[in-house]
């Protein structure tokens, strides 16, 4: 079996199958810390942006791309030329919100082709426990022919980089590890501590990695959810939300979460995947599906308060025109898988409103394949009814008054500003109905 000290010294090679927001920043930090890397993604286009470089998803930036080693690929013969394999593909969820396994199935079967005797398959995508070694691992079995646990190995180390996240990096976040046996576990925890100066968390087993993986996400949900009802409830009351929680915050013990749209491939989707195998098992979620349906509605629950505020400042809501700054899942990301954006901008057409966007982090053609949303510049924003400040991008943080002011068309102006980015008291007493979660 491939070691960690062949993979130290170049003498096999370590290849990333999946180069999104998870792989592609792996690829490029093992390549640093001087490993051989072969970075293999599908999409040819995609493949085609890194070797001219250019990092499309913003987390190393361009000169890190063209000053890589990694070997970039769309070929997946390329993949017998390494022996340690760790797969970063998407895992999404379908319409009814069960798992779509498709992503990873796919990438089994890709890697089983061309799979050599005496590798490690590490998978990193996030799973509810047995997906590894229940699903995968047959795959790759009778795609290479070979037998797991004598002609190759498995291991699980859940992804936890964080898109958009500066401070919280792939070297600087405790990396939990497994491997189907002792010896695996050891070769997986050494490599990773290669790239990963925070270390390392040797799980007991596989199922006991995925299962850590999928509550984390869940557990935070379950904790927006709370403050997104507390919202809903404050509103009500005519209590800011946001001064309540910075009071409670007071208390040493406070959990400081915040209300806030919950999309992403990530919070968003994983709680999906625990409860699906709760379900299987004969166990009917509570906790963790009622934050669901909380934090899946509150897209609406914006539209329908951009709305009441539009009445309120007695505006005609059908034909209103409504800006929305920001489409992007978070903030500081171009990426707008499963934002939740989205559900504003159907809800406020199913008022007649059909509002313009404007995002210029925001990746413009896959908001176009994905939505068919087009976006404006934000100069072409003016004489609106109300605009809503919908993600925390660095730009939208630094607005001034002056020049929100410019967004309107007369002097009732409606704000959402959905993170609380703006001083609610100064935007009032300027005569802004200005509205926060």
Request: with cysteine; proline share 3%.
């Amino acid at each position: 079996m491939v070691t960690y000290e062949k993979i130290k010294s170049q003498e096999e090679a370590l290849s990333l199958v999946g180069l999104g927001y998870v792989g592609m920043p792996i690829a490029v930090e093992f390549a640093k810390r001087g490993v051989k890397v072969i970075g293999f993604d599908l999409n040819e286009a995609k493949i085609e942006t890194y070797k001219s470089g250019v990092d499309p998803t913003n987390e190393v930036g361009d000169e890190v791309i063209k000053d890589t080693t990694v070997e970039f690929t769309s070929n997946e013969e390329d993949l017998k030329g390494a022996k340690f394999h760790i797969v970063a593909v998407p895992t999404p969820v379908n319409d009814d919100h069960t798992p779509d396994l498709t992503p990873v199935e796919g990438a089994s079967t890709i890697l089983g082709r061309n799979l050599t005797k005496g590798s490690v398959v590490v998978f990193e995508s996030t799973v509810y426990p047995g997906v590894t070694e229940d699903i995968c691992v047959p795959i790759l079995e009778k795609e290479s022919g070979l037998k797991c646990g004598v002609d190759f190995k498995i291991g699980y180390s859940p992804e936890r980089i964080n898109p958009g996240d500066k401070a919280h990096r792939l070297n600087t976040i405790t990396k939990i590890v497994s491997g189907m046996d002792e010896e695996t576990l050891d070769v997986v925890a050494k490599v990773y501590e290669i790239v990963v100066d925070a270390g390392v968390h040797r799980a007991e087993s596989i199922k006991v990695a995925e299962a850590a993986k999928v509550i984390e996400n869940s557990q935070r949900d379950i904790n927006i959810a709370f403050m997104n009802e507390l919202s809903i409830i404050f509103n009500k009351m005519g209590i800011d939300t946001q001064s309540v929680l910075n009071a409670a915050g007071t208390k040493w013990n406070f959990l400081k979460f915040y209300p806030g749209l919950v999309g992403g491939h990530c919070i968003g989707v994983d709680p999906y995947y625990l409860t699906y195998k709760a379900e299987e098992l004969g166990y009917h979620s509570q906790i963790i599906l009622s934050g669901r349906r909380i934090n899946d509605d509150m897209g609406k629950y914006v539209a329908e308060s951009a709305v009441k505020n539009l009445i309120k400042a007695d505006k005609t809501v059908k034909n209103a025109k409504v800006a929305i700054l920001g489409f992007t899942f978070k903030e500081n990301c171009p990426d707008t898988r499963n934002t939740k954006i989205i559900d504003i901008v159907n809800e406020l057409c199913e008022y007649g409103i059909e509002p313009v966007i404007a995002d210029p982090t925001a990746d413009k053609a896959e908001a176009k394949r994905l939505y068919n949303v087009k976006f404006v510049d934000m100069d072409a924003i003016h004489d609106m009814d109300a605009v809503i400040l919908a993600v925390a991008h660095t730009e939208f943080s630094a607005f001034t008054m002056e020049r929100i002011d410019e967004f309107f068309a007369d002097d009732k102006k409606v704000l959402l500003d959905l993170k609380g980015l703006l001083n609610r008291k100064e935007y009032e007493d300027a005569g802004y109905l200005y509205w926060r979660l």
